[in-house]
C-alpha cells in the first residue's frame, strides 16, 4: 500500500477496508461526532443540577469516557467528563457543561489522539488548541488546579490503524510537558508506563491498540492517584 495525502502522510484512521476496497468514513464520523457529542452533553446538563462542587473532573475523549472513577479511582471523588471521538477542540466546546457547571477544584486533562488519529492534525495544530482549552479554564477560575496526562502510545490492530503515529505522539507529549511549564500546569507522565521497548501500546495493557483495558487503566490509577492524593514523590 502507498502513502496517502494528509498532514501526518500516514493513512488517515477514518479509512474502513471492506475487502480490497478503501472507504473513507470521515463525512460519517464528523456528523456522528456531532450528533453524539450534542446528546452527551444535554445529558452532562442534566445531571449537573445535582453536582457537589469542589470534586475532581476528569475530562477527554473516549479513554476517559471508558476510564471508570469508581473502579480506577476510588478514593477521589471526581466527575468523568469523556467523549468518544472527540478532539481537544470538540471538547473545549463544551467546558461549560463539562467542567464550569460542575465548580471543580481539579481537572485532570487527556486529549490529542483523536486530532492525530481522526483529525490528522499536527502536533503544532493540536497544542495550540489544547493550550486555548487549559487557559479558558483557568480564565473561567484560576483556582482550578490543572493536571494534564500525557497522550498514550498507540499499537496497530484489527480495528484501529495506528502505523506511523506513535511519533507525532511523542513530539505532542513534549510540546504539552513544555506548556505545562510555562502554564505552571501539572503534567503527568503515563506514556511510559504503557509503552514497549518498540515505542508501541503494550500489548498486555490495550483493549484495541488505542485504549487500555481493565489491566491498563489500573496501571493509569497507579500513575495518576499519587498526583491528586498529595502523595507523589518526584
Known amino acids: 500500500m502507498g502513502k496517502l495525502k494528509n498532514a501526518m502522510q500516514t493513512y488517515p484512521g477514518m479509512l474502513m477496508y ?30 449537573n443540577r445535582n453536582i457537589v462542587a469542589g470534586r475532581t473532573v476528569f475530562l477527554g475523549d473516549s479513554i476517559t469516557m471508558l476510564m471508570k472513577p469508581e473502579r480506577d479511582f476510588p478514593e477521589i471523588p471526581a466527575y468523568n467528563r469523556g467523549i468518544d471521538s472527540e478532539t481537544t477542540w470538540e471538547i473545549g466546546a463544551r467546558l461549560k457543561e463539562s467542567v464550569y457547571d460542575l465548580k471543580p477544584s481539579r481537572v485532570v486533562f487527556l486529549a490529542g489522539t483523536n486530532d492525530l488519529f481522526r483529525a490528522q492534525h499536527t502536533p503544532d495544530q493540536i497544542i495550540r488548541d489544547y493550550a486555548k482549552v487549559l487557559d479558558d479554564i483557568v480564565a473561567f477560575d484560576p483556582t482550578i488546579e490543572v493536571f494534564c496526562e500525557s497522550v498514550y502510545p498507540l ?28 502554564r505552571g500546569f501539572t503534567y503527568i507522565d503515563v506514556w511510559s508506563h504503557l509503552v514497549d521497548g518498540k515505542g508501541e501500546f503494550k500489548k498486555e495493557l490495550t483493549l484495541d491498540g488505542t485504549h487500555p483495558n481493565k489491566k491498563g487503566y489500573k496501571v493509569v490509577s497507579s500513575v495518576v492517584t499519587p498526583y491528586l492524593d498529595g502523595t507523589v514523590v518526584e
Do not use: H, Q, W
Request: glycine share 8%; proline share 2%; net charge positive.
Open 155 to 182: 499499537r496497530n490492530s484489527v480495528r484501529y490503524n495506528n502505523e506511523g503515529l506513535n511519533g507525532p505522539v511523542r513530539e505532542l507529549n513534549e510540546k504539552i510537558r513544555a506548556l505545562c511549564a510555562e
Open 18 to 47: 471492506v475487502g480490497d476496497r478503501k472507504i473513507d468514513i470521515s463525512g460519517f464520523m464528523a456528523r456522528y461526532c456531532k450528533i453524539n457529542s450534542g446528546i452527551r452533553t444535554k445529558r452532562f446538563a442534566k445531571e
